[in-house]
């Protein structure tokens, strides 16, 4: 018999988070785009008309669709599809080491990462790789890594309304390792725990034992 009980969280996964142009509306062209690229190629010195950066504006607005195309997730919709009855299953579900590719709101400069994901089902259980879409969904978009953490504990949270939410997330963060303070391996770790794996210190270092993670290690982000 499970001890925990239900919780709720006031969920900021608001649908206008990062999906203010998903109208289409202020979205600007392609060309548009393009064009931004090539005034930063002139910024950094070079000149974008020679042969080998001609192509370059149109590669990198694909590879801005590929960087961002979270925008066009929606992550409650992705947990909700699928989800089923537990059949009395009461005990943590863990997805460990789920590599992301993210980018940093402040310089657009790559973050590389894993995140951990778990739960403790009430009613509601999902399939495994619904949990690896919902951590692509948040990633794929400028980020903070503090803000992605929560939002994806927050997200789990709200839909599947479980006893419990534990996230830790490992990244390192690359305008920290090739600009500013130039510090290569240094690795980011955020954690957001609800419910049971805040309240029960057990829960909490079961957990963190699964994820190789010692007890203490985490850093609360409130
Ligand atoms: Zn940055």
Redo the contacts with the bound molecule.
């Keep these: 018999m499970n001890p925990h009980k239900p919780f709720s969280v006031a969920s900021d996964r608001r649908p206008a988070d990062g999906t203010q142009n998903r109208d289409g509306a202020a979205k600007p062209s392609r060309e548009e785009a393009e064009a931004a690229v090539r005034t930063l190629i002139q910024w950094a010195g070079d000149d974008p008309e020679r042969e080998g950066l001609r192509d370059t504006p149109r590669r990198v607005v694909d590879a801005y669709r590929e960087f961002f195309s979270g925008y066009q997730a929606d992550p409650a919709e992705i947990l909700r599809r699928t989800f089923t009855e537990t059949d009395g299953y009461d005990e943590m579900v863990l997805l460990r080491d789920i590599r992301f590719e993210s980018h ?1 709101e ?2 657009l ?1 790559p973050i590389i990462g894993r995140a951990h994901v778990a739960y403790l089902p009430h009613r509601r259980v999902v399939g495994i790789s619904k949990l690896a879409r919902l951590v692509e969904a948040f990633a794929k978009r400028l980020q903070i890594q503090e803000k992605m953490t929560a939002q994806i504990a927050n997200t789990i949270a709200e839909i599947l309304e479980p006893l419990g939410v534990a996230v830790v997330i490992e990244a390192a ?1 690359q ?1 920290m390792t090739t600009r500013g303070v130039h510090k290569p391996g240094v690795v980011m770790v955020t954690s957001r725990m609800l419910g049971a794996f805040r309240d029960d210190a057990a829960t909490r270092r079961e957990f963190l034992a699964m994820i190789g993670k010692p007890a203490g290690a985490e850093v609360p982000l409130g």
């Design positions: 940093c402040h310089h400069a963060h305008c």
